[in-house]
């Protein structure tokens, strides 16, 4: 699951060498250790996906048959749903290997963050950034988060001026919603949290068969300052709709 990724950062912050911890927050376990907390959220970079053609062509346009590469779940099923005549197989690697593997002709097409090509500088390699409309987005995909060990409060209050308010509502949101589905990055899940501007938000969620043969989705509106709750809602609510095999 995701605490591959931060199992010895984490473990970096506990033994204190070091001080902080800079993670990407689609790559964070919803449950942290106890001594850890997230400090400050920096400001959301486009958390759509991009995709990356050989030919150029758009996902609508690929030729049937064409294989995407992803070792992505979300983005197998969501792609199958829109177009079940393509092939999808494992692709993985840095974002440097993916993009030379399609350049190379091993795969058609592959689809990345924006966010991290932007923050990489290679956004000229993007074909066609795809709308949350027709995938929604990991769970807090282009946001970072920084960590640090509870009760050090000399470095909470230094990180506490980078936070950035907006991005922390739409997260909690977000977290929450994958906390009640107990999901990982081996399942199938997508949400994204959005803020209308009157003090309400809207968080849609989603979650699919492996094949994307179902697509589940539900959406909830509500105040703000009940972010964590309205996750937690949504959550009940597609599994309501879903039942537990999507989890398996």
Known sequence: GKGLFTKEIDVALLDRRIDIAVHSMKDVPTVLPDSLTISCFLPREDSRDALISVNGQDLTNLPSGSLIGTSSLRRRAQILAIRPDLMVGPLRGNVDTRL????AGSVDATL????????????????EIVSTDQMLPAISQ???????????????????PLNHEPTEIVVCAERALLAQLDGSCETP???LGTLNGDGRMTLEGLIAAPDGTE???????GAISDAQRLGKELGLNLLKKTGSDYLV
């Open 112 to 127: 990345l963050a924006v966010a991290g090509l932007r923050r990489l500088g290679k956004e000229n390699a993007i074909t």
């Open 100 to 103: 030379e593997k399609v350049g």
């Open 189 to 191: 899940i997508a949400g």
């Open 215 to 221: 697509i589940v989705t539900a959406r909830i509106e």
């Open 142 to 160: 282009g946001v970072i988060g920084v960590q640090s060990r509870h009760g050090d409060d000399v470095v909470r209050n230094l990180l506490m």
